[in-house]
Structure formats: C-alpha cells, structure tokens
C-alpha cells in the first residue's frame, strides 16, 4: 500500500515547503534560461530573448501550482474527496453509523474519564512550583508516612539534601467568625510551610518560621481561597479580623492563591495554622512526644541530588536518631514517596486501582475496535458490489482501501468526539463531587490538553486500527466475479479474522462482566459482614468540648452529663461515648508490652493495638458482644487501678490465649494495665484488615475531648435525632456537634469499595453492551449471508430448530468459547480485587453462576432479531429474487 | 514549422520516459529531445512538461540530481530509474497495441468487411 508512502511525501512538502518551493523556483528559471540563450544564439538581443522565452513557457504560475499538487500526490485534494464520499456512505446507513459511533462514544468516552483519573492522581504532580522535586519522607519498612514532631525538627537540621522539609498534618477545629460556630478543616502546618513550598499569598501574608516562639506562640490563620470566598464574601477586609479558633483569639494572616489546595490531593482544607499551636488546635500538644507519630513531611531536593542520594543521606540521619534516642527511634530508616496522596499509604492502592481501571478501560477499547473491525468486514462484504465496479471502472485497490479507511477514522472521530463530551460532563460532575459529606474530601479531575490529546490519539488508532480488518478482504475482491455472480460465498474457511476478533471480544467482556460481578459480590457480603458492632438502630452525635472551651476536669463531668442526659430519652436502650469511633477513618495506635518485658523499645512490643477511650455502656450501645468478664464502670477513674476491656486478637497476640488474658497485666504508654473484659473482634481501619488487637480504656482514666456518642434506641431514628439534638444543646448551646445515623457514618468507610464496585460495574456493564453489539452484528450477518441457503432448507421441510441450528450455531458456539476463555481470565483477574474490595472471591458459585446466566443471557438478546429474521425466511420470495 | 499535432492525454509521460531513456537530460534537454525524436510534430507548452516530471519523480520512476548544463547553468537532471524502464517498456507496448488496433480498424476498407 502506497498509502503511507503519500503520506510522507505529504508531511515532507510541508515540513520542506520553503526549501522544496525555492528549488523548483530555480528549475524552472533553469529552463527559461536555457530556453533565452538558444533564442539569444538565434539572434535575438538577451532582453526580448528573455521576454520570449517566458511567454513561450505559458502560465507560470499556474504550472507551479500543478507541481506543488504533483509533488504532494494530491493529498489534499483526495483527502477531501473521500472524507465527502466516506459521509455521503455513512449518512446513507444511519443506523450502522449510529451503533458504531456509539460503539466508539462509549468506550473512548470511558478511556478518557479513565485516563484523566490517571492523569490528575498519578500522573500530573502537584500544582506547586517545582513540583518534580517534591517528595514525601517515609519510614520504616511498612513506609509509613507520619513522623514525629522532635524527628521532624533533627531531619530538618540536620539533612543534607533538601532545600527545605515542610510538616503537616490534617485536622477539625471549631471556627466562630462571628455567627455560629462551626467545624472546619484545617491544616496544622509548620512554619516554613508557604515558604518551603514557594507559594505566594493571595491576600495579606504567610506565617513563617520566624512567628514560632513556642508553644501557642502563634496565633495565626491562613484561609483558602475557597474558604474565603465562602465564608467571608471575598472580602479583602477578612485580613487582619480576630476569629474565634476552639474559643481561642485567632488573627487572620493573609488568604492562599485559588490554585493552592494544600498538599494533599484529596483534602482541600479550610485554613491553616501553625504547628507550635497544635495545643490549642487540637486539645492536646505531642509536639514534644518523640512517638507520638501524627505529621507528614514533605521537601524539595537541592537541586542536583537524586532520590538515592537523599535516601541515603536520610539514613545518617535515621542512625544518628537510633544513637540518640533508642527507645523511640530504634531501627529507623527512611525512604521518598511522591507526594500527594499521604506517600505510599493512599498512593499505592490508588495508582494499583486506577492502573487497573486503565487495563481494562483499554480492553474494553481493543473489544469495542474488534466489535467494529468485524462490522466494518461485514459491510466491505455487503458493499463488495460497489467495490467490484468501482475496481471494474479503474478505480485502484490502494485508492479505495483508503477510502475505507477514512471512513472508518471519520467514524472514529465522531464516537471519540460524542464520548469526549460525556467524560467532560462526567468529569466537571467528578471534581465537585464530595464522596463523604462531613469531610473536604474531593478531587479536581478536570481535563486538561493531555486528556484531549490522549481521546484524540485514540480515536485515530482505533480508527485505523478497526479500519484494517477488511483491508485482505478488499486485496482479495474479484471484480469479475462479484459483478457476474452476486455474492460471493467464501466456503471452504472455516475460521474467520472475524470469528477471532469476536471471540477476542467477547471474552474481554465476559472477563468484565465477572470483575463486576465479583466487586458487587464483595460489597454486598461485606455490607453485611461482622464489623465487630451493630451500626442498624445506632445513632451518632460528634462532639468537641476542646472546641466548646472545655478542658482539664471539666471535660469528663461534661461527658457523663450528656450521657446521662441522652439516657432520658424515650425509647434509648443504651448510651455509650467513645473516642476513635471503628471504621471512622480516625484511630489511635499504641505499642503494646507484655507485662514481663522491662525494656520498652518498639522492638521488644507484642503487638501495635487500636486504643480507644469509652464510657461504661458503650459496648451495649455499640452492640459489641462482652464474651467474658466485666464491662467498665464509672469506678473506674483516676484514683482507681488502671484498667482495660480487650479483644479476642489482643488476648491471642500478647497473652497467647483468651483465658489467659483474663485478669492478666500488659503495659502501654509506661502504665501497667489490667486486663478485666473480652470483647469480640471488630473492624477498625478498613474492612479489608485483617482481624486487628485493640484495647478500651474507661475515659476516665484515658481522657479524650474528642468524642462520639452513641445512642441505641428502638425508635424512628429522625425523631431520636430531634431528641439528642433538642437534649445537647440544652446542656450547651455553645457546643459544636453534628448528629447522623451510625449506617450513613459507616459510608465512608466503605467508599473505596463503593467507588471500585461503581466504576467496574459501569465498565462491566459498557463491556455486557458491546458484547451484545458484537453478537448481534456477526449473527446478523451470518444470517443475511446465508437467507438463500435457509430458504431453501426451509422449501425442502427443514425444522425450525434445524433453521436455527444452521443460522446461528456458529455465532453461538463463538460465544461459549469466549465466555469460557473470558471466565477463566476474569476469576484469575479478581485476585487482584480482594485487595479492595473486602470480600471479593472469584470462587463464588453466585459469581460463577451469575456470569454464565449473563453471557447466556446477553448471547440471546444479541441473537433474537438475527433469529427471527432467519425463521422468517420466505423461501419463494429468495428465490426468485435473484 | 510544419502543423503540429495535439498531444493525447497521458502520452507526455510516456514521451519524457523515453526521451530520458536515450541519456540524463535536464528539463529543457527533454523538451529539446522530444522535439528532435518526435520530428518537431508534437505541439507542447513548455511549462506542462514539469507537473509530468515532478508526477514520475514522486512516482519513483525517474531519479534527479543537480548538475551544470552545457550553458553552465545549474540545472536538475533526470534519469531513468528500474521501474521507470520497466514501465517504459510496458507503456510501449500497450502503446502500440493500441495504435495497431486503431490503425487497422481505420484502415478497414468498405469490401474487407
């Protein structure tokens, strides 16, 4: 084929225009010139010579024109020609045009949401100034991204490699600007925040380093811009106001620029406030507590140091901290993660998940271009009449091949045009779209020229890529024959480019249909799996005392009187309070001792346990089973022994047994604690952990002022709501507090499994579609082939069941075997979704079930209307047709 | 000057093949040439002859490179390639089947039928 032959010489005139031009400006002079000496020889003076010999050459211009057209094969002129004859085709077969550009609508539509996910989570870095050389530290093996405090501050002194290493961490304050007050999310960053990162303000200015003197020493907010906008009316007096921060006097510094949204993708905060006032902001100070690790630490490199260097730059440091303070820092080491996804710890399952997103968003792609390679094959066959006449009147194989092929690209084009426009749609939904309403937790996935570019590029691929499949078909065309005889049975192949290209396809869809249909699977078990509590009949109220202006002992008589008072309500069976509600993104890690260990390095720990803080009553409320001995009591205070309830995990990781447990002592945070209750194990973190060791302390002996109460009541949920609502603010009408249902709170912990079900089941469901497409055209096509052959059987007393034996027995052989090979691929496939989706296990007889039933299912609808049409056929009618 | 005659379409190709089959020639050696070879009986506007040169060197057929003329001008010379040759060689002969068949039939006397 000449085709990309032309296509050089195309790009190359314009490429070497100029050059190109002049050199033909020249030849042509050349001639002229020639042409005046002969005619100068023949007598004539050079001036008329040169005059004659002009007008004897004819239309300059005119002949330069032709040359350009020569030199360029007349591309343009061609390209045109078809791209009109190719939409005349196309507007002639609407309903084929409609099914292929939706075809391809979908699937590039679904390539670019996809893709633009990849771009704006992994791909496209941070909106900071040099945002290549920004790197989140870790430590440890597990790459865990918080830090200390005191680490910080040795890291940041004493490394080699960085311009400067920035600490935050993310948290809610209670904001009174005026009105009421209310909780907002901040970041608590250090000093050399802005600085570090090389971000100018908006408005007013940043903190620096030089405002930290100590602890509360800087009493300084920086809005978002957002947040300004909001809640000050984008007014440029906001600067310099005094709010309200948790009771405490806050002064207004200066605003962010719109484009800064901290340094995590996921979390647009609403302010920022320096980390030396972290007592103020968050209730409690660890600013001095070595492991106490709760900040995250990114920094740009020095210009010229690699990574490597800075890792192992790093573990001087890391060694230094070992020396100095062995207890704490033992064994430490630390490594880089790209920022903005909290290191690894995000950033891992997010870029394993989105990668895989984009596998099969590219396989639905390649099954969406084979689906139309075999529709394309089909119509190159049903059009082989006008192909053979159009050979037959000197039209060449090469001329029409790309005839074919611009109409495939045209095609393309237009479905990579519709699906652009639905993924922006999508995609502008996707970026204000705030998945857990009670936290700023969101991402900008807006495209962007890559993403345009990528649909683009796709469209064009896909184009040429399904273009190709009837290109042998057209090589092969016998004029002669097809115009003499009609159609042309191929016999004697029995299997087909298209036979495998369906097969292809519909076992790419029967790998996406079991991907769902797993992650569905998953979900729903887990939705009712045993999460250690009964969330059904459970309500919640978040409440902050810090924020309400409580502290020291105020805070634990504030506590028992809202339970008290929430008891009195109609209907309550139990009242409980506790301070790291499980699956509430929130938790508190302890290392845990045996009580025979005197040495208390992190080395020498039995177990790292969840450590919650709760008021009698909350197990009953929570629905947590007792399994053995005594729940707390209101005894238990600070004058009382200390004590703890554990759960089974906890028994077998640091006692060895459950019995063993019972009555047994273990140490935590340098106190000796006495084991009196079991409890049954529950989820925490996630509900893909695995079973967890977690301890409860009585809140009197473990203060916290950051709490959930929970209620248990038999009665209509928002009437209990009223009532706790009513009962908190008669305690306090000063005190911040949001009251919702323990099942709608629970949201957020499943949202990634949420999220991963919703985004394969579309793509499962995209992939059920073209499955049927795909069926649907080959069956059809088999069909309208052989109508002759069917009437005939039909005439000679053929059964129905024989008619359709023959019509569709191949289509539906094809679907079977690629139903298998996709099955197959697909259980082998989910493995990798049970890190995800809690649950998810391919060997599921549901699954296996269910996937059978919907490519049986899908083959039937796909082949019904082929069906009848073959059924229908009237043999008389065929007959004498031709 | 004698009548000239009108060139049919497609025939320039096959005039400049074969006037550069006899040796390289620049552009204005082959209008020269064909004049000579064809008797001066073939009207050609000057110009025509170069989108039929630039057309035969895209199509590989003929090969060109810059040179000095007999006039010492710098001019581009065009010399056949392989396929240029082959193609000269099939064009002749379509060429004169074709002439043969026209010829006879115009030859047909009224008695021979």
Redesign the interface.
């Known amino acids: 084929m000449r085709f990309p032959a032309s296509l050089q010489?195309f790009v190359s005139t314009f490429v070497h225009r100029s050059e190109i031009n002049g050199?033909m400006e020249?030849?042509?002079r050349?001639?002229i010139?020639?042409?005046a000496?002969d005619l100068e020889r023949a007598g004539l003076p050079r001036a008329e010579a040169e005059r004659r010999a002009r007008i004897?050459?004819?239309?300059?211009e005119?002949?330069r024109e032709?040359?350009n057209?020569?030199?360029s094969?007349h591309f343009i002129e061609t390209f045109w020609q078809d791209v009109r004859f190719g939409l005349r085709v196309l507007r002639k077969s609407p309903g084929f045009t409609a099914v292929a550009v939706l075809t391809l609508a979908m699937a590039i539509g679904a390539n670019a949401v996809v893709f633009s996910l990849l771009n704006s989570l992994i791909i496209r870095p941070l909106k900071l100034p040099q945002a290549q050389s920004l790197y989140m530290i870790e430590e440890g093996k597990d790459d865990s991204p918080m830090q200390s405090y005191p680490d910080y501050l040795d890291l940041r002194d004493r490394n080699k490699s960085f311009d400067s290493i920035v600490a935050y961490s993310i948290d809610e304050a209670g904001l009174n600007t005026g009105g009421n007050p209310s909780s907002a999310y901040l970041y608590v960053a250090s000093g050399n925040y802005f600085d570090g990162l090389g971000i100018q303000p908006y408005l007013g200015r940043f903190f620096h380093a030089s405002d930290e003197h100590g602890p509360n020493s800087a009493p300084y907010i920086v809005l978002s811009y957002a947040y300004w906008r909001t809640h000050f009316e984008g007014d440029a007096g906001a600067v310099g106001r005094t709010v309200q921060l948790n009771k405490f006097p806050y002064t207004i510094l200066g605003v962010a620029p719109p484009a800064f949204r901290g340094t995590e993708l996921f979390y647009a905060p609403d302010f920022w406030v320096p980390m030396v006032n972290q007592e103020q902001v968050e209730g409690a100070s660890d600013l001095n507590h070595r492991d106490a690790r709760g900040t995250w630490l990114v920094g740009h490199l020095k210009a010229g140091v690699t990574p490597a260097q800075a890792v192992a730059d790093l573990k001087s440091v890391a060694a230094y901290l070992a020396k100095s303070y062995p207890k704490e820092d033992d064994k430490m080491s630390f490594s880089l993660a790209h920022p903005g996804l909290i290191g690894d710890m995000l950033g891992r399952p997010v870029r394993a998940f989105v990668t895989a997103l984009m596998l099969l968003a590219g396989l639905i792609l390649l099954a969406a271009c084979a689906n139309l390679g075999s529709l394309f094959a089909a119509r190159a066959a049903d059009r082989s009449k006008e192909i053979a006449l159009r050979l037959a009147l000197g039209s060449s194989r090469k001329r029409i091949l790309r005839q074919l092929l611009t109409e495939a690209v045209l095609v393309s084009l237009m479905g990579g045009a519709v699906g652009l426009m639905g993924s922006v749609a999508l995609l502008r939904w996707l970026s204000v779209w705030q998945p857990i309403p009670t936290l700023p937790i969101n991402v900008q996935v807006n495209p962007d020229a890559k993403v345009y570019g990528v649909a683009l590029l796709l469209a064009v691929v896909s184009g040429l890529l399904f273009g190709v499949v009837p290109v042998r078909q057209v090589l092969r065309a016998n004029p002669y024959q097809v115009v003499k005889g009609g159609a042309t049975g191929s016999f004697g192949r029995r299997v087909t480019v298209r036979d495998v290209l369906l097969v292809v396809q519909i076992a790419v869809c029967a790998v996406l249909v079991t991907a769902s249909l797993v992650a569905v699977r998953g979900l729903a078990r887990s939705l009712h799996s045993d999460f250690g509590f009964q969330p059904q009949n459970a309500m919640l109220a978040s409440t902050d005392l810090d924020m309400a202006g409580y502290s020291g002992d105020r805070v634990p008589e504030m506590q028992r009187r809202m339970v008290d008072a929430l008891e009195t309500i109609p209907g309550t069976t139990a009242v409980g309070l506790v301070d790291r509600l499980p699956l509430g993104l929130e938790w508190n890690e302890s290392v845990v001792f045996k009580d025979s260990t005197t040495d208390l390095k992190i080395s020498n720990a039995a177990a790292e346990a969840m450590l919650q803080s709760i008021t009698p009553g909350y197990f009953h409320a929570a629905g947590t089973t007792l399994l053995a001995g005594r729940d707390l009591t209101w005894h238990d205070d600070k004058n009382a022994p200390n004590v703890a309830v554990v759960n089974r995990e906890f028994a077998r990781q640091v006692f060895g047994s459950e019995a063993a447990a019972m009555g047994g002592y273990f140490k935590t945070d340098n106190k000796r604690i006495q084991v009196v209750g079991l409890v049954e194990d529950g989820k925490y973190k996630t509900l893909t952990e695995d079973p967890e060791p977690a301890v409860f302390r009585p809140i009197l002996q473990a203060p916290s002022s950051s709490t959930w109460l929970v209620v248990r009541s038999n009665r209509d949920p928002q009437q209990v709501a009223a009532s706790m609502q009513n009962t908190l603010r008669n305690l306090d009408a000063g005190l911040p507090f949001t009251v919702k249902a323990w099942k709608s709170q629970l949201d957020s912990a499943l949202f990634a499994s949420r999220a991963a079900t919703m985004s394969l089941g579309v793509l499962g469901g995209l992939g059920a579609m073209l499955a049927v497409t795909g069926i649907f055209g080959m069956a059809s096509y088999s069909v309208s082939k052989r109508l002759r052959e069917l009437g005939i059987r039909i005439a000679l007393g053929a059964q129905r069941q024989e008619v359709l034996r023959a019509a569709l027995g191949s289509a539906l052989r094809l679907l079977a075997f690629g139903s298998t090979a996709g099955l197959l691929l697909g259980l082998a496939a989910t493995k990798v979704l049970s890190s995800i989706v809690a649950q998810a296990t391919p060997r599921d007889p549901l699954v296996l079930a269910g996937v059978v039933m919907t490519m049986l299912l899908l083959g039937l609808l796909a082949a019904w209307i082929p069906a009848s049409r073959a059924l229908k056929a009237d043999p008389l009618i065929l007959l004498r047709e031709e | 000057m004698t009548a000239q005659a009108q060139l049919l379409p497609g025939t320039l190709d096959l005039l400049i093949l074969r006037a550069v089959s006899l040796g390289p020639l620049?552009?204005?050696?082959i209008?020269l040439r064909i004049g000579q070879i064809s008797g001066n009986a073939l009207l050609i506007?000057?110009?025509?002859l170069?989108?039929?040169l630039?057309?035969l060197a895209?199509q590989g057929l003929l090969k060109t490179n810059w040179g000095t003329?007999e006039?010492n001008?710098?001019?581009?010379y065009y010399e056949l390639t392989t396929a240029g040759r082959k193609r000269l060689r099939e064009e002749t002969e379509d060429w004169n089947r074709l002439a043969a068949a026209i010829a006879s039939a115009l030859a047909v006397q009224p008695e021979e039928i």
């Open positions: 010489s050199e020249e030849e042509l050349s001639h010139g020639h042409r000496d004897e050459f004819g239309g300059y005119r002949f032709e040359c057209e020569e030199l094969g | 620049h552009g204005y050696g209008l506007e000057q110009g025509a170069y989108p039929g630039f057309r895209r003329s006039n001008r710098r001019a581009k």
